[in-house]
């Protein structure tokens, strides 16, 4: 299925470079940020600060930080183009040309140990040549193609020479350093761990190295020799597969090499103590097809170190294994760099400053909005993605199939000719065997010759010596120490012509044994000539297969590399999206907080006024059932009473009775009369007391009934309050409940967002949203602590003050930028020369061992030591000749401050730093000398001194 107009769209803007058009109108650093913008998944537009540009930029263009002047001047610059100016004036820096012949030191030869060249021979080297502008593309040629036999370039076969010359580790770091493809574990068999690392692949690369050795000769030095033979062959040890392979450079063709007679295939031939220097050498055709600016592999290689340089993570990483499944952060943007670098004749400094210049590489270290994107919207794109994948998986699978298909036709082409390249190879060994016969004689010839030129002129000498000393003899015959020097001039004459004699057989023997063997050779030769004419048109007609091969399995890993860079974007978007999708969780589950939190508040107040409202019931009831027990004390009190009143009554009737029936006989007497009157008086009385009693009783009662009845709707009002009561603090449990889990669940996103985040800042590093963190090198550490303690400072003091002792300059040199720029570059060499030994004694302890990588950040007890407890760096901070000795000189607290913080720092202080600065002076009365030095400790201790951000 075609991709649709839109995909296409998009697939050209995300990976291929624009039209040389457009890229002739748009300056390298636009079209940096344009091939980064249109592949970010998110984006911020923070840029950092002018001092973090500041330093950054010293540090990744000189190694080092700016003098407390440099960056006074900048900081106070405000000028609208104050950075572009910065980035103008380092580019030019002579200081510049130090740091980058360091920096591909170390990228070269990977802080190897000292054999054949020693490191500041070589580093004068690589510093001249970045002095003088050479292009990268020429330095690496020199390097590739160096033996050491021109002595004023032996100094670049330091890369050969170093590694002991060693054809297997050489393939590989060749390809490594300069290729950008580790691809060791393919020398017995294709890679296990990468599809696309061949063994054919490996010895294509190893066929360009394989005919040079290291030659020692007689005086002990080294060599990179090459032989004119030396085929390669190849099998797998896991499948038993062989093959045989020319020399061909990754992604390129295989090379089509000269035919030569046999005895002309050296330029100079070797034994003899001779450096063997073949007409064809294929290790300068190493050096010209990798550095002509048509090989992809070398261009995308430098291209990607370089911009890992300055950006501190290259768009492939590791940057020694570039292959499909590996595929750049941003294929776009590399596409970009790499060709951009063959544009600019691969000038390295006017490459770093585009990069410089553009505002992906002066981004912020803060993510600042980065992560407040859409997750409907990335979720678009990563729909688009996929179906991209999909679309260029179906290309690529089509492309394989041809692929695999044209392999099949080589196979076949190449088994159809085995017999014509078989008796090829047959008849080349054979007279390589002969030639090496050959060549023995002629060595001896040669070497017999050479002992011979040399003594010709010590006999000379000892001839004429003695011949005066014989005329002495004729006047004084008998003078002692005339005979004693004559007879020694004659022994060393005697001893001279002997050796010449010596020679001169041992010549004339080589040269007779020699003329046999070239007799054998011709023969031969013919059959050689012979064989080549049958092979040649047969090996044309498989070159040209091989070059649709390598065409076709070139479009087939483009398109894998596109398939792996959607998937990995893919992945990425997704990882980009879960992070907003938990964002938005984490904004909803507070919302959530927060809206339990105002529930469980109102809650709360309603539980508060339910139990005033109970607490309240609770006392009316109390009262109401006091009210009831007092009428039912009080009906109790007067019933009792009443009781007791009508027992009374009733006693008092039975005595009324038992006294009239007493009174009947005694009727007519006055006392009992009375008495009776009495009793009777008494009785009504009783009744009618009972009868109020009775109406007490009765209002009692009723007052009872009322009290009970209040008692009761107060009892059950309060039962009913009690009841909402228990229903409100049972709802406010089971809030404060739902709360509290609410919050840990806002809790426990929270956390997530903030690891999902902080993975994800690693990840928009690599897509350079934000500024990467990165440890100072060796180097740097070096070089800053040196220039922030003014300890450089006062060297270049120094070496100005030399510079105008021996040649002081006039008012017209101080007028003349050339004689300027003349002598700004002697000062950089001057101060350079002083502190190289001292940022030695760094590279020792805080670089990584030979060979491996050198941008990790370890930290150890020695370099602890070193800092805390050595006399190097304590004597700067306690000298008074340096940085603390300024600051000293300085009464204003908030001077020093700036000062301090400027020097050490790169930046301004804060407001509360200058303040702490101030309470501190204060705080040591007279100890300022100390507490400076302290207060640079802790400066130089922490972590903005230590890394780059």
């Given at each position: 299925?075609?991709?649709?107009?839109?995909?296409?769209?998009?697939?050209?803007?995300?990976?291929?470079?624009?039209?040389?058009?457009?890229?002739?109108?748009?300056?390298?650093?636009?079209?940096?940020?344009?091939?980064?913008?249109?592949?970010?998944?998110?984006?911020?537009?923070?840029?950092?600060?002018?001092?973090?540009?500041?330093?950054?930029?010293?540090?990744?263009?000189?190694?080092?930080?700016?003098?407390?002047?440099?960056?006074?001047?900048?900081?106070?610059?405000?000028?609208?183009d104050r950075r572009a100016q910065l980035v103008e004036r380092l580019i030019n820096d002579p200081r510049l040309n130090h740091h980058l012949a360091t920096a591909f030191d170390v990228m070269l030869m990977e802080r190897t140990s000292d054999s054949a060249i020693k490191s500041p021979v070589w580093r004068k080297y690589l510093y001249e040549s970045f002095a003088n502008n050479k292009p990268y593309n020429v330095l690496a040629r020199e390097i590739l193609s160096a033996g050491g036999t021109d002595p004023e370039m032996r100094v670049a076969a330091k890369f050969y020479l170093d590694r002991t010359g060693e054809t297997n580790r050489l393939t590989r770091d060749v390809g490594r350093i300069f290729l950008g493809r580790d691809m060791q574990c393919a020398q017995c068999h294709n890679?296990?761990?990468?599809?696309?690392?061949?063994?054919?692949?490996?010895?294509?690369?190893?066929?360009?190295?394989?005919?040079?050795?290291?030659?020692?000769?007689?005086?002990?030095?080294?060599?990179?020799?090459?032989?004119?033979?030396?085929?390669?062959?190849?099998?797998?040890v896991f499948t038993q597969e062989a093959g045989e392979t020319g020399p061909h450079l990754p992604g390129d063709n295989p090379v089509i090499e000269p035919y030569f007679q046999k005895l002309e295939e050296y330029k100079t031939r070797p034994n003899g103590d001779r450096v063997s220097e073949p007409t064809y050498s294929r290790r300068q055709q190493l050096a010209d097809l990798a550095t002509n600016g048509k090989n992809i592999a070398f261009n995308r290689n430098i291209a990607n170190r370089l911009w890992g340089m300055m950006n501190g993570r290259a768009l492939v990483m590791p940057v020694d294994l570039d292959h499909p499944a590996n595929p750049p952060s941003n294929p776009a943007l590399m596409s970009v760099l790499q060709q951009a670098i063959v544009d600019m004749d691969f000038d390295v400094k006017q490459f770093l400053k585009e990069i410089a210049l553009s505002k992906t590489y002066q981004r912020s270290f803060d993510l600042g909005t980065a992560l407040q994107s859409d997750p409907e919207q990335l979720q678009i794109q990563i729909d688009k993605i996929g179906q991209l994948r999909e679309q260029t998986d179906e290309k690529a699978y089509e492309a394989l199939d041809q692929w695999e298909s044209k392999l099949e036709e080589l196979k076949a082409l190449r088994l159809k000719h085995a017999e014509l390249s078989k008796a090829y190879l047959a008849a080349d060994a054979a007279a390589a065997a002969q030639l090496d016969k050959y060549l023995a004689q002629d060595g001896a010839v040669f070497a017999a010759q050479t002992a011979t030129d040399k003594q010709v002129p010590l006999r000379d000498a000892y001839a004429a010596a003695h011949a005066s000393i014989a005329k002495v003899l004729e006047s004084l015959p008998e003078d002692a120490?005339?005979?004693?020097?004559?007879?020694?001039?004659?022994?060393?004459?005697?001893?001279?012509?002997?050796?010449?004699?010596?020679?001169?057989?041992?010549?004339t023997k080589?040269?007779?044994?020699?003329?046999?063997?070239?007799?054998a050779l011709a023969p031969l030769q013919v059959t050689l000539d012979n064989a080549w004419t049958a092979w040649k048109p047969a090996k044309a007609e498989i070159f040209a297969l091989?070059?649709?091969?390598?065409?076709?399995?070139?479009?087939?890993?483009?398109?894998?590399?596109?398939?792996?860079?959607?998937?990995?974007?893919?992945?990425?978007?997704?990882?980009?999206?879960?992070?907003?999708?938990?964002?938005?969780?984490?904004?909803?589950?507070?919302?959530?907080?927060?809206?339990?939190?105002?529930?469980?508040?109102?809650?709360?107040?309603?539980?508060?006024?339910?139990?005033?409202?109970?607490?309240?019931?609770?006392?009316?009831?109390?009262?109401?059932?006091?009210?009831?027990?007092?009428?039912?004390?009080?009906?109790?009190?007067?019933?009792?009473?009443?009781?007791?009143?009508?027992?009374?009554?009733?006693?008092?009737?039975?005595?009324?009775?038992?006294?009239?029936?007493?009174?009947?006989?005694?009727?007519?007497?006055?006392?009992?009369?009375?008495?009776?009157?009495?009793?009777?008086?008494?009785?009504?009385?009783?009744?009618?007391?009972?009868?109020?009693?009775?109406?007490?009783?009765?209002?009692?009662?009723?007052?009872?009934?009322?009290?009970?009845?209040k008692a009761n709707v107060a009892i059950e009002k309060k039962e009913a309050m009690a009841n909402q009561l228990a229903v409100a603090q049972t709802a406010y449990q089971q809030l404060t409940t739902s709360l509290n889990t609410a919050t840990q669940t806002a809790i426990d996103l929270s956390r997530q967002y903030?690891?999902?985040?902080?993975?994800?800042?690693?990840?928009?590093?690599?897509?350079?949203?934000v500024s990467d963190l990165r440890a100072l090198s060796p180097e740097q550490l070096a070089n800053a602590m040196m220039e922030s303690l003014g300890v450089t400072a006062v060297y270049r003091r120094g070496v100005i003050?030399?510079?105008?002792?021996?040649?002081p300059l006039t008012d017209a040199d101080k007028n003349d930028s050339a004689t300027m720029i003349q002598r700004e570059r002697e000062i950089s060499e001057g101060v350079e020369a002083k502190i190289a030994a001292i940022r030695n004694e760094f590279v020792t302890l805080y670089g990584a061992g030979a060979g491996q990588v050198q941008t990790?950040?370890?930290?150890?007890?020695?370099?602890?030591?070193?800092?805390?407890n050595g006399s190097r760096v304590t004597g700067w901070v306690a000298s008074n000749s340096y940085l603390v000795g300024g600051l000293l000189k300085l009464e204003d607290s908030a001077q020093i401050a700036e000062d301090l913080y400027i020097s050490v720092l790169s930046r301004k202080p804060s407001g509360a730093e200058i303040q702490r600065v101030q309470e501190f002076l204060e705080s040591v009365g007279d100890q300022k000398s100390q507490a400076l030095q302290d207060m640079v400790w802790a400066l130089l201790a922490s972590a903005e001194f230590r890394f780059n951000h």
């Open positions: 299925m075609k991709p649709s107009i839109t995909f296409s769209v998009i697939l050209a803007g995300l990976f291929f470079v624009n039209s040389p058009k457009l890229e002739a109108q748009q300056p390298l650093h636009q079209r940096i940020d344009a091939a980064v913008a249109d592949q970010q998944p998110v984006s911020t537009q923070l840029l950092a600060s002018d001092s973090e540009f500041m330093r950054r930029l010293y540090l990744d263009l000189l190694g080092t930080v700016p003098t407390l002047e440099e960056a006074k001047q900048f900081l106070n610059d405000e000028s609208e890679h296990p761990l990468i599809d696309t690392y061949y063994q054919e692949d490996y010895y294509g690369l190893f066929a360009f190295l394989n005919r040079s050795q290291l030659f020692t000769n007689k005086a002990k030095q080294n060599y990179f020799a090459e032989k004119s033979v030396g085929n390669v062959s190849f099998k797998s120490v005339a005979k004693d020097a004559a007879a020694k001039f004659k022994a060393k004459l005697d001893a001279s012509l002997a050796e010449i004699k010596k020679q001169t057989d041992a010549k080589a040269e007779a044994q020699g003329q046999k063997e070239l007799e091989e070059t649709e091969v390598q065409s076709l399995r070139n479009e087939f890993e483009r398109l894998q590399t596109l398939v792996a860079a959607y998937e990995t974007q893919e992945y990425e978007f997704g990882k980009i999206k879960s992070n907003a999708d938990l964002r938005l969780e984490v904004a909803a589950a507070q919302q959530k907080v927060k809206s339990i939190t105002g529930e469980v508040a109102t809650a709360e107040v309603g539980v508060a006024a339910l139990k005033t409202q109970v607490a309240q019931a609770q006392s009316e009831m109390e009262a109401a059932v006091n009210f009831r027990q007092a009428a039912q004390a009080e009906l109790t009190k007067v019933t009792n009473v009443r009781t007791r009143k009508s027992e009374a009554i009733q006693l008092l009737a039975a005595v009324v009775e038992s006294t009239t029936t007493a009174t009947v006989t005694i009727a007519k007497d006055p006392q009992v009369l009375a008495t009776q009157q009495q009793l009777a008086g008494s009785q009504e009385k009783l009744k009618a007391e009972l009868s109020a009693l009775d109406q007490q009783v009765r209002q009692a009662t009723e007052d009872v009934a009322s009290k009970t009845e903030e690891d999902s985040t902080e993975k994800l800042s690693r990840q928009l590093v690599n897509h350079f949203v003050a030399e510079l105008d002792k021996a040649k990790d950040f370890f930290s150890t007890i020695d370099q602890a030591l070193y800092i805390t």
